[in-house]
């Protein structure tokens, strides 16, 4: 079992991601730009969060335009699992494999903080066992908030497909709670199948008792323990 | 199918028409009329090789192949009823109507609109009106505008190099089966003023216009001069695109608010509404095009705006390297 992270010039969020995969005990491999002939390695993939190419034009676009996010399509068709943090959420959605952008919070300004977030029913494996909980975890980006038509909003939530939503301590999600300005509190989704899960928080960072909290290491585990069926 | 005045059209193979240049000449809107011997294969010929040399240099045109003496296989189309006027040098009606001397330089070159109708003496138009009145659209005058200056610099400098200065010329454009906008018509001593660099000497249809005689021996003479050429003019051409990125109206600018805010604590307290956008500009290393437009629309699609927030629009221009 091997899992692939990817490394785009930018991209700084890998090691911490690294991290965690080795305290799992899970085989891990950095996998760069023009790596894409390796895909077929690799059981599943983690595009980890940065700032990809300067996130020039918009955030995630140019890595989204990237012969390794290209030859993800297939990789996704087949059921593997891929899970976009941070900037590796804003390049899935730019590549189309998830629906909707994230554009520029609404203050305008790089938020970076610890917040919670309701993990809702999804039929996602990534999220089994955490459906109801809140999570307590860091986010820490410019362009977080998430934007998409009212009728793919709505498509999204009939079928099941917000995975978290901002929240406050007692799990209601309310507008004081929104960080950047996202429809419907959204901080991360999943696609339809439920293999591909992107998410703007930093499970990574909150993965480890010393950072202040574990409760984002479940996704990492639950990733883990899919591949090993 | 069609006859000019000039010039009649029948309908070829496979989308293609032949186009057949007669003995006759005119000018004054069709007022003044003759026959001349020879013209029709000088205009022929002369469009032909004109025609392929903008081919080479990725000018898109309705011409294909020379059929015989006095016939061009080309591309059908529908012709657009506005011709383009590019002018290098005042002379002609731009004297007339202005009340300016013959021979002044015009920098950078002017172009004109004129609607093709003799009934009404094929009146100058604005980009406007044209638009207005359904003869063309917002982004075919940009094209032909384009494709013009595009011409004028390669036509400049390939009679610069046998001593002749081009001081204006027509192009008509069409439109094809597909919807590109391609050259069409002809390109002749009919339809361009050129002068001897040294002697000042007209080389053109002024001859029959000012009844200076020896119509077609100055026609096939430019023609003659043409074809000893050994090379072409050196010439790298390039298409300057601007894409302007706009978030749409129904998305919350956070940037554009705070912009605002600032404005109205500056005192400026009249605006309100600001938004910001993005402004990509591109230089593509070929002629003004269709093809090309259409590349830009494609890159405008895929990466430089995302359609679910975001709406462009594409400007192209040529300029002139001088």
Same mark, same amino acid.
């Given at each position: 079992m091997k899992i692939g992270i990817t490394k785009f010039p930018g991209t700084n969020n890998e090691q911490d991601v690294t991290r965690v995969l080795n305290c799992l005990n &899970?085989?891990?491999?950095?996998?760069?730009?023009?790596?894409y002939r390796k895909l077929k390695d690799f059981d599943a993939l983690i595009l980890a969060g940065g700032f990809s190419y300067g996130d020039y034009l918009r955030a995630g676009v140019v890595a989204a335009r990237t012969s390794?996010?290209?030859?993800?399509?297939?990789?996704?068709?087949?059921?593997? +699992? &891929?899970?976009g943090i941070c900037n590796g959420f804003q390049m899935l959605c730019e590549a189309n494999y998830l629906p909707g952008v994230l554009t520029t919070n609404t203050s305008t300004r790089f938020i970076s903080k610890w917040v919670n977030i309701k993990v809702n029913k999804t039929n996602s494996p990534l999220l089994k066992g955490l459906e109801s909980k809140v999570l307590r975890i860091p986010i820490a980006h410019y362009e977080g908030n998430y934007y998409n038509t009212e009728a793919s909003i709505k498509q999204l939530k009939d079928n099941s497909q917000i995975a978290f939503q901002y929240c406050n301590e007692k799990k209601v999600v309310e507008s004081m709670s929104n960080p950047n300005g996202s429809i419907a509190n959204i901080a991360g989704i999943v696609n339809d199948k439920g293999n591909v899960l992107g998410?703007?928080?930093?499970?990574?960072?909150?993965? +480890?008792?010393?950072?202040?909290s574990i409760d984002g290491r479940s996704i990492f585990e639950n990733l883990i323990e899919e591949l090993k069926c | 199918m069609y006859s000019g005045k000039a010039k009649d059209v029948k309908i070829y193979e496979n989308n293609k028409v032949k186009l057949i240049f007669r003995d006759s000449i005119s000018a004054f809107d069709g007022e003044k009329k003759d026959i001349i011997q020879g013209k029709g294969e000088a205009n022929c010929r002369m469009s032909a090789k004109l025609?392929?040399? !903008?081919n080479e240099y990725g000018i898109r045109t309705h011409y294909h192949s020379m059929l015989d003496n006095n016939t061009l296989i080309c591309d059908k189309v529908e012709i657009i009823p506005v011709e383009v006027v590019c002018r290098n040098v005042t002379a002609g009606s731009f004297c007339r109507r202005y009340g300016v001397t013959q021979g002044l330089e015009l920098l950078p070159p002017v172009i004109e609109?004129?609607? =093709? #109708?003799?009934? !009404?003496?094929d009146p100058l138009v604005t980009q406007e009106v044209a638009i207005q009145l359904e003869w063309m659209t917002k982004k075919e005058v940009m094209l032909m505008k384009a494709v013009t200056r595009a011409v004028n610099t390669i036509l400049v400098e390939l009679f610069d190099m046998i001593s002749l200065q081009l001081v204006d010329f027509k192009l008509e454009f069409g439109r094809t089966h597909d919807g590109r906008i391609i050259v069409a018509d002809e390109i002749s001593g009919d339809s361009m003023r050129l002068w001897d660099k040294e002697t000042g000497e007209v080389k053109d249809k002024d001859r029959y216009r000012k009844d200076m005689g020896d119509v077609i021996q100055h026609y096939n003479d430019v023609y003659d001069k043409l074809s000893k050429l050994s090379k072409l003019p050196e010439l790298s051409l390039s298409t300057k695109a601007q894409v302007i990125v706009k978030l749409k109206k129904t998305v919350l600018d956070p940037a554009g608010e705070v912009t605002l805010r600032s404005l109205n604590r500056m005192n400026y307290q009249e605006i309100d509404n600001v938004r910001l956008g993005k402004h990509v500009f591109v230089n593509c290393l070929t002629a003004p095009s269709s093809e090309l437009l =259409?590349? !830009?629309?494609?890159m405008s699609e895929k990466l430089f705006s995302n359609p679910?927030?975001? #709406?462009?629009?594409i400007d192209l221009w040529f300029e002139e390297e001088r």
């Amino acid at each position: 079992m091997k899992i692939g992270i990817t490394k785009f010039p930018g991209t700084n969020n890998e090691q911490d991601v690294t991290r965690v995969l080795n305290c799992l005990n &899970v085989e891990n491999e950095l996998l760069y730009p023009r790596d894409y002939r390796k895909l077929k390695d690799f059981d599943a993939l983690i595009l980890a969060g940065g700032f990809s190419y300067g996130d020039y034009l918009r955030a995630g676009v140019v890595a989204a335009r990237t012969s390794l996010i290209d030859e993800l399509h297939d990789f996704i068709i087949s059921e593997k +699992f &891929v899970l976009g943090i941070c900037n590796g959420f804003q390049m899935l959605c730019e590549a189309n494999y998830l629906p909707g952008v994230l554009t520029t919070n609404t203050s305008t300004r790089f938020i970076s903080k610890w917040v919670n977030i309701k993990v809702n029913k999804t039929n996602s494996p990534l999220l089994k066992g955490l459906e109801s909980k809140v999570l307590r975890i860091p986010i820490a980006h410019y362009e977080g908030n998430y934007y998409n038509t009212e009728a793919s909003i709505k498509q999204l939530k009939d079928n099941s497909q917000i995975a978290f939503q901002y929240c406050n301590e007692k799990k209601v999600v309310e507008s004081m709670s929104n960080p950047n300005g996202s429809i419907a509190n959204i901080a991360g989704i999943v696609n339809d199948k439920g293999n591909v899960l992107g998410m703007m928080p930093h499970p990574e960072r909150s993965s +480890f008792h010393y950072l202040g909290s574990i409760d984002g290491r479940s996704i990492f585990e639950n990733l883990i323990e899919e591949l090993k069926c | 199918m069609y006859s000019g005045k000039a010039k009649d059209v029948k309908i070829y193979e496979n989308n293609k028409v032949k186009l057949i240049f007669r003995d006759s000449i005119s000018a004054f809107d069709g007022e003044k009329k003759d026959i001349i011997q020879g013209k029709g294969e000088a205009n022929c010929r002369m469009s032909a090789k004109l025609f392929e040399i !903008l081919n080479e240099y990725g000018i898109r045109t309705h011409y294909h192949s020379m059929l015989d003496n006095n016939t061009l296989i080309c591309d059908k189309v529908e012709i657009i009823p506005v011709e383009v006027v590019c002018r290098n040098v005042t002379a002609g009606s731009f004297c007339r109507r202005y009340g300016v001397t013959q021979g002044l330089e015009l920098l950078p070159p002017v172009i004109e609109f004129f609607y =093709k #109708d003799d009934e !009404l003496y094929d009146p100058l138009v604005t980009q406007e009106v044209a638009i207005q009145l359904e003869w063309m659209t917002k982004k075919e005058v940009m094209l032909m505008k384009a494709v013009t200056r595009a011409v004028n610099t390669i036509l400049v400098e390939l009679f610069d190099m046998i001593s002749l200065q081009l001081v204006d010329f027509k192009l008509e454009f069409g439109r094809t089966h597909d919807g590109r906008i391609i050259v069409a018509d002809e390109i002749s001593g009919d339809s361009m003023r050129l002068w001897d660099k040294e002697t000042g000497e007209v080389k053109d249809k002024d001859r029959y216009r000012k009844d200076m005689g020896d119509v077609i021996q100055h026609y096939n003479d430019v023609y003659d001069k043409l074809s000893k050429l050994s090379k072409l003019p050196e010439l790298s051409l390039s298409t300057k695109a601007q894409v302007i990125v706009k978030l749409k109206k129904t998305v919350l600018d956070p940037a554009g608010e705070v912009t605002l805010r600032s404005l109205n604590r500056m005192n400026y307290q009249e605006i309100d509404n600001v938004r910001l956008g993005k402004h990509v500009f591109v230089n593509c290393l070929t002629a003004p095009s269709s093809e090309l437009l =259409k590349n !830009l629309n494609d890159m405008s699609e895929k990466l430089f705006s995302n359609p679910l927030i975001e #709406d462009y629009s594409i400007d192209l221009w040529f300029e002139e390297e001088r």
